[in-house]
């Protein structure tokens, strides 16, 4: 098959749905499959590049910082281009990859171009409180107005236009469901790569004493980290640990969270790490004693599921999609979202019951093997095969 990924965002960007859609365009790739990969133009990354053999176009975005109407202004402003890639690479089926910054996508996409589109739904709003529940502060009329009832728009208008939705969580699929219908609509979770997470993965060596527990994920208010350095100044009060925040973020947020690392004087305790390259985090999330994941909203959280793999104790919020890769108790423990005095105390618990975490990391290596990129995209083809199927009849 000739299939095109569009996706806002792909690597060396950081963030779940960057790798997720590597590891499908790899595998679809290594499947013999003609791979071709549309993706908005940051910085000095190269305009067309072919990465052994997945040929990646990069688009320039707008200037402006405002979704949806950044990523509006970014596919039909490119539409043209978009068209003359589908038409010289002979497209058979679009898989654009949805989430808050590329709503509009397959709405307009649907307009211009007649190969089937298969949308892989990775965040919609309608699933989640915490994007439209009213906020007390001045900027939030101008928010609903400029931002979120156009979001929502665009969201369901493109959900409605897919010829065929994956979702990546039960969550997001009752949702879906909910508004087309119809039964065009089917979970495929995210996958991982499992040669490259395993419990066999050699951790590197961190001079630290002290319990090492890391929050992976870029800083910001809906990851939660605000409420995970709370609970820090509580579990510090009673062991040795340390807290290494990974993710990129902007300075406004890496500054907010620093004024509560001071608040409670956690400068010795919490250790701010700057992005790294893809192929260095198994080994990084290896050496850590525990993980933390204390987002108030998540879909998926392909993080989570990288560290069960290892054969990591992971402790996270019981919201989203994570209560479906975490059974509590078992393979990992859950927590009510922004409650500090409760995480703090699973914290503890996690890092010094050891009958407990022996149990979690065999059962969470087990429930990862589940996920592996292989059985992932074996369903992605049959959808792919169905949909050009029912296409030419």
């Not at 499908?24 to 290594?30: C, M, P, S, T, V």
């Not at 009832?149 to 236009?161: E, R």
């Not at 009060?237 to 902007?250: E, T, V, Y």
Request: charged residues 25%; neutral net charge; contains cysteine.
């Amino acid at each position: 098959m000739n299939i095109l990924l569009i996706t806002p965002g792909y690597l060396p960007g950081q963030g779940g749905v960057q790798i997720a859609t590597k590891l499908i365009a790899d595998e679809l790739n290594r499947r013999n499959h003609n791979v071709s990969i549309i993706t908005g133009y940051f910085n000095d990354s190269p305009k067309f590049e072919d990465d052994n053999g997945i040929k990646i176009f990069r688009l320039p975005f707008p200037p402006i910082n405002l979704d949806p109407w950044r990523s509006y202004i970014f596919i039909y402003r490119n539409i043209g281009e978009i068209k003359r890639i589908v038409e010289e690479n002979e497209i058979q089926v679009i898989n654009v990859i949805h989430y808050d910054r590329s709503y509009p996508f397959t709405y307009v996409l649907k307009k211009h171009c007649t190969q089937p589109i298969v949308t892989t739904v990775h965040v919609t709003w309608h699933a989640d409180p915490i994007y439209t529940k009213w906020k007390i502060n001045l900027k939030e009329p101008f928010r609903r107005i400029l931002r979120l009832y156009p979001g929502l728009w665009f969201d369901k208008k493109s959900i409605l236009a897919s010829d065929y939705l994956i979702t990546i969580s039960k969550n997001f699929e009752k949702v879906c469901k909910e508004l087309r219908e119809d039964d065009k609509v089917i979970t495929i979770p995210n996958a991982i790569d499992l040669e490259q997470f395993n419990p066999n993965v050699e951790p590197i060596s961190l001079d630290c004493k002290g319990y090492k527990i890391l929050c992976s994920g870029r800083i910001s208010p809906e990851k939660g980290q605000e409420y995970l350095i709370k609970a820090m100044s509580i579990v510090v009060s009673s062991m040795d640990a340390h807290l290494f925040l990974l993710g990129s973020s902007n300075q406004n947020e890496i500054q907010k969270i620093n004024r509560i690392v001071q608040k409670y004087k956690l400068e010795r305790y919490v250790h701010f790490i700057s992005p790294m390259p893809y192929e260095n985090v198994a080994s990084y999330y290896k050496a850590m004693d525990l993980i933390v994941q204390p987002s108030t909203s998540e879909s998926f959280g392909i993080a989570i599921l990288e560290n069960m793999a290892l054969g990591n104790v992971v402790v996270a919020s019981n919201v989203g999609g994570i209560p479906e890769l975490i059974d509590d108790g078992k393979s990992g423990l859950l927590t009510p979202p922004a409650n500090p005095e409760l995480l703090a105390k699973t914290i503890i618990k996690a890092l010094t019951d050891e009958n407990l975490r022996k149990s979690i990391s065999k059962i969470a290596t087990e429930k990862a093997k589940e996920y592996d990129v292989v059985h992932h995209t074996d369903k992605l083809e049959r959808v792919f095969l169905e949909i050009l199927k029912s296409t030419v009849n």
